[in-house]
């Protein structure tokens, strides 16, 4: 990527981002905190624990529900087995587990090999309903090479990083 097409891409976020989404980009780009992220998620959290205010843009309620709580999760957290978001869930568990040291406690290795093939599974392979459907692309399961699941969708990986190449606006969105 060229420093001109991150640069138009930082501004656009930068202008219309979420505090939340601004400090997640610091965090990946800019060596920011993750302490900052967090404190920008507790604008989302409610009384009850749970969490609301559109923090999931879909969802406008600002009352605690699942699905938001959910969203929380995957932020404090650094979607399996029916579809993309429940394979999340599973991704979460299986790196808290490991990074916990609590490998014991289920067989990882085989969570890891059913959660490969659904990442395969879940990643929209059609590449002509990229360019106007809700689609699962692999940066929703991997952000790395490092990715245990990178190897299996390297091309797909390739392809989504292009794709956001060709259709960045001229203001960076």
Request: hydrophobic share 35%.
């Amino acid at each position: 990527m060229s420093n001109q097409t991150f640069d138009r891409a930082r501004a656009f976020i930068y202008r219309n981002a979420r505090p939340l989404d601004i400090t997640r980009f610091q965090v990946h780009f800019e060596n920011g905190s993750k302490d900052a992220v967090l404190t920008a998620l507790a604008a989302y959290q409610n009384e009850d624990g749970g969490f609301g205010h559109a923090l999931e843009p879909d969802a406008w309620n600002p009352n605690s529900s699942p699905i938001q709580t959910w969203t929380a999760t995957g932020y404090m957290a650094g979607d399996f087995l029916g579809d993309m978001h429940t394979a999340g869930c599973f991704i979460r568990l299986m790196e808290y587990a490991q990074e916990a040291g609590s490998t014991d406690i289920f067989d990882v290795a085989a969570l890891k090999n059913k959660l490969k093939a659904q990442v395969k599974y879940s990643i929209t392979a059609d590449k002509s309903a990229w360019e106007s459907g809700y689609i699962c692309k692999p940066s929703q399961f991997f952000s790395s090479r490092d990715s245990i699941f990178y190897a299996d969708n390297k091309d797909t990986a390739g392809y989504e990083c292009d794709f956001i190449l060709r259709t960045q606006q001229p203001d960076g969105s």
